[in-house]
C-alpha cells in the first residue's frame, strides 16, 4: 500500500481559503504576524510528521470583485499578506525535519537575487526548503510591480521556462561541489579554479555573475508546481518534483493526475517521479456527530462576500454582477467554465447559484472538504488514494491551528493504525525524506544539463564544455 502524504497549507495571512472563519472563537489566524503563531504550528505538524508546511503566497490584491480592493479588505481576503520566506527561519530553528514549500512568484524578481535567497535557506534549514513556482495569476500584482497589465498565460510559462535555466545554472553550475576548502593552513577558503561565471542573454533575462552562495546541502531547492492549465502541466511535466493540484471530484483529480503523468513521461522521466497531492480539508472529531456539529457551526461564520471575492480573483469574473441565486451558467469564461465542469461532476442535474458557489468555496476553496470520525476520514483518504493515483494530500484548514491539531491527534493516529503513514522521519534533506534517491536532482532531471557541461568563464581562466543553455 502507498503510504500517505501530508503537506500542511497556510498562508501568511488572515483568511487563506477559508473565507470569514477568522471571526471563529477559536480561530487563530490573526495573530499570523507573529512568531510565535507560526513556530507552534511548526511544532504541531512535525509532531504529527507531516512532511512540509506549503506556504501559498500572492504579490496582488483581490480586486477583481467590484473593480475594487474593497470587499478583500473587508473580509481579509488573502489581505494583509506578509512575505512567506521570513517565517522560514524561525520555523526551521524549533523543528529537525519539517520542510518547507515557499511560493515565490518568478514574474517579479530577476532570478540572481531569487536564487541566493534559495540558497540561503536552504543551508539555514539544513537542506528542508522547496520552492512552489508560481507565474502569479492577479493583475494587481503587474500593476504593483511597474507594468500595465500581466504577460499572457502561455507568456507567463515561455518566461519561467528561461528563469528555470538561469536557476539550474547558478545552483548547479556556478560551484564545484569541493570548490570550498576552508583551509586554515594556506588561507584559501574557496578554490577560484572551482567556481564559475555564469552567462545568459536570452529574450527576457541576461545574467554575467558568480551564484554568491556556495552549494547548499540540496543545491536547487525541491521543486513545487501547481499549474493546472495544460501549458501549466507541460511545465510540471519538464520541471515539478511535487506537483500541487485541486479537484472537487475523485474524477476530475484522477485525469489530472493521468495528465500529469504523461507529460513527465514526454519530457523523459518516469511517469511515477512527481509526486501528486491534492487539495483537501479535513472537519473532524471524535465521534460522526461531533464532526458534523463542529461542521455546522464553522457554517455560521463563512463569509459569502469573502468567498466569491477569491473566486473573482481566480476566474477573472467579477461575482459583485451578479444575484446569490442567479444561476452560474449565465457566467462565461473558461475558467469559470471548468471551474463549474468540475462541480457538475457531483451532481449531473444541479444547477449552481453564485451563492451556492460561494459556499462551496467558503471553506476549502476549489477543492474537497470532508467531515466524518477518525475512521470515516480514513476511510476517505484510503478511497482518494486508491481511485486517483495521487501521492497525497495539501490539507487547508478551517479554523487555525485547530483543524492542524486535530489531524495530528485524531486521523494521523488512524492512519499509523492501518500501516498508511510513517511512524518517524527518515533522516536527510526534504528530497531524500521525499524521494530516498539523495540530496540531489537526479540525472533524468532537466537541472542535470546545468552541472558542468556548459560554456563556462573561470575566475581567471576560460574553460569550454560542450552545453545547450548558455549564449554567449
Partial sequence: MKEIRLNAFD?????HQASGLWRHPRDRSDQYHTLQYWTDL?????????DALFLADVLGIYDVYGASPDAALRNAAQVPVNDPAMLVTAMASVTRNLGFGLTATLSYEHPFPFARRISTLDHLTQGRIGWNIVTGYLNSAAKSTGKAQQSSH??????????MQVVYDLWEGSWEDDAVRRD??????TDPLKVH????????FTVDAIHLSEPSPQRTPVLFQAGAS?????FAGTHAECVFIAGPSKEIVRKTVASIRGQAQIQGRRSDEPLIFSLLTIVTAPTHEEAWAKYEDYKQYISLEGALTLLSGWTGVDFAQYQYDEPVRHVRNDAINSAIDSLTILNPDKVWTVGELARHAAIGGMGVTIVGSPTEIADQMEAWMEETGIDGFNLAYAVTPETFENIVDLIIPELQKRGRYK????PGTLRQKLFGRGDRLGNTHIAHESRFHKVFEKIGQVQTVSGTFHKL
Fill in 42 to 50: 511548526a511544532r504541531t505538524l512535525e509532531r504529527g510528521l507531516f
Fill in 230 to 234: 495544460r501549458r501549466g502541466q507541460q
Fill in 11 to 15: 498562508m501568511n495571512c488572515v483568511s
Fill in 423 to 426: 511512524t518517524a522521519y527518515q
Fill in 184 to 189: 586554515r593552513t594556506s588561507g584559501v577558503f
Fill in 154 to 163: 502561455d507568456a507567463r510559462y515561455e518566461i519561467a521556462d528561461e528563469y
Fill in 197 to 204: 561565471r555564469i552567462r545568459h542573454d536570452g529574450k527576457y
